[in-house]
């Protein structure tokens, strides 16, 4: 590479750029240092943390299971699917995030989509017809499972009701997507969740500010009993995040602040790199997009623990925050009619 025109960057220009990246690169190795005490706390953090999960949906500490990521968490559950029943599709929604079917994807599932309603923007259960067994055309035709999404949080309990009959009906398992409603589920007229499996992703530009984390609650009343003890199994065995993926948590701002200050030409061949080596997790890495994965299904680290841990002991303040602002917006817009 020529220092005198790198990517038409004049010299000056890209001494610039080295001086802002060793600014920022020393910055985070302050904040490792800063979090270091991290590192003997992950178990407390664990256990507290699946306590307040367990609080505060009426469940049990000993159903919920951590992970790195949601996704790998969703695929944990479709390989199990997969592998006692075989092939077959997963009814999803169309509108989701590109995460959502690239889990069941990477699980070697297939994918069936399904009408949205209106009113919720989530799968309409009405859609779903249950006599699945004579008629072909039916969405939940042989289908093994369906994705229960609460978009942008909305919980429609008549409608999760609804969902739980269908499933109950057709055979199929009922996993709830919690992404946009970290710990709150749907539950029944006695305060049970109804769902089998729920996904709750801490992760970036969801509800809390902790970049990476998830967590997964399985029901102990799951009907499949044999589907249920798979599923726990592999949790209860997920390997711990490699060394570069946990440390890349707490690089994560400060890498973003790199890319943003390098020229075309050299930021994608690093940001490929970096992604290939497991030292910046994007939102969603190109692979990702065609359905691949670019990490395996593990455990959180201290890190992640513990910026999920304090983001529950302020979930309160974190939801009235919200509650404010929708509060605002509704009033800014209260002359527009509805359409």
């Given at each position: 590479m020529h220092v005198n025109n790198v990517a038409g960057c004049p010299k000056l220009l890209w001494i610039r750029h080295c001086a802002i990246m060793q600014k920022i690169l020393k910055k985070g190795r302050n904040e490792m240092k800063k979090n270091a005490k991290y590192n003997m706390e992950n178990n407390a953090a664990c256990t507290e943390l699946k306590e307040l999960l367990a609080k505060r949906t009426g469940t049990h500490p000993e159903e919920w299971y951590l992970t790195f990521r949601a996704?790998?968490?969703?695929?944990?559950?479709?390989e199990e699917v997969r592998r006692i029943h075989g092939y077959g599709p997963v009814i999803l929604q169309p509108f989701t995030c590109s995460t959502v079917p690239e889990s069941v994807i990477a699980a070697g599932m297939d994918l069936r989509y399904a009408d949205i309603c209106r009113s919720t923007l989530s799968i309409d259960p009405d859609s779903l017809t249950t006599d699945a067994d004579t008629d072909a055309?039916?969405?939940?035709?042989?289908?093994?499972?369906?994705?229960?999404?609460h978009t942008f949080g909305i919980i429609d309990k008549d409608q999760a009701a609804c969902m739980r009959e269908v499933c109950d009906s057709a055979g199929m398992l009922l996993v709830e997507d919690c992404a946009h409603c970290a710990g709150r589920m749907a539950a029944g007229s006695d305060g049970k969740p109804l769902a089998d499996v729920s996904v709750h992703s801490f992760g970036v530009e969801k509800i809390l500010?902790?970049?990476?984390?998830?967590?997964?609650?399985?029901?102990?009343?799951?009907?499949?009993?044999?589907?249920?003890?798979?599923?726990?199994?592999?949790?209860?065995?997920l390997p711990a995040t490699d060394a570069n993926a946990s440390a890349s948590v707490r690089t994560y701002i400060t890498r973003f602040r790199i890319l943003n200050h390098l020229p075309p030409a050299v930021k994608k061949p690093v940001r490929d790199h970096w992604i290939r080596t497991h030292r910046f997790i994007p939102a969603v890495a190109a692979a990702e997009l065609s359905g691949k994965t670019i990490l395996e299904p593990t455990v959180?680290?201290?890190?992640?623990?513990?910026?999920c841990l304090d983001a529950f002991r302020d979930i309160?303040?974190?939801?009235?925050?919200?509650?404010?602002a929708v509060i605002s917006y509704r009033k800014a817009f209260a002359d527009m009619a509805d359409s």
């Amino acid at each position: 590479m020529h220092v005198n025109n790198v990517a038409g960057c004049p010299k000056l220009l890209w001494i610039r750029h080295c001086a802002i990246m060793q600014k920022i690169l020393k910055k985070g190795r302050n904040e490792m240092k800063k979090n270091a005490k991290y590192n003997m706390e992950n178990n407390a953090a664990c256990t507290e943390l699946k306590e307040l999960l367990a609080k505060r949906t009426g469940t049990h500490p000993e159903e919920w299971y951590l992970t790195f990521r949601a996704r790998e968490a969703m695929q944990v559950v479709f390989e199990e699917v997969r592998r006692i029943h075989g092939y077959g599709p997963v009814i999803l929604q169309p509108f989701t995030c590109s995460t959502v079917p690239e889990s069941v994807i990477a699980a070697g599932m297939d994918l069936r989509y399904a009408d949205i309603c209106r009113s919720t923007l989530s799968i309409d259960p009405d859609s779903l017809t249950t006599d699945a067994d004579t008629d072909a055309s039916a969405p939940s035709h042989n289908a093994h499972a369906v994705i229960m999404q609460h978009t942008f949080g909305i919980i429609d309990k008549d409608q999760a009701a609804c969902m739980r009959e269908v499933c109950d009906s057709a055979g199929m398992l009922l996993v709830e997507d919690c992404a946009h409603c970290a710990g709150r589920m749907a539950a029944g007229s006695d305060g049970k969740p109804l769902a089998d499996v729920s996904v709750h992703s801490f992760g970036v530009e969801k509800i809390l500010p902790t970049q990476f984390g998830a967590a997964v609650r399985i029901s102990p009343d799951m009907k499949d009993r044999k589907l249920h003890d798979a599923i726990t199994e592999h949790f209860r065995a997920l390997p711990a995040t490699d060394a570069n993926a946990s440390a890349s948590v707490r690089t994560y701002i400060t890498r973003f602040r790199i890319l943003n200050h390098l020229p075309p030409a050299v930021k994608k061949p690093v940001r490929d790199h970096w992604i290939r080596t497991h030292r910046f997790i994007p939102a969603v890495a190109a692979a990702e997009l065609s359905g691949k994965t670019i990490l395996e299904p593990t455990v959180p680290g201290d890190e992640v623990m513990s910026r999920c841990l304090d983001a529950f002991r302020d979930i309160k303040g974190n939801e009235n925050r919200r509650t404010a602002a929708v509060i605002s917006y509704r009033k800014a817009f209260a002359d527009m009619a509805d359409s």
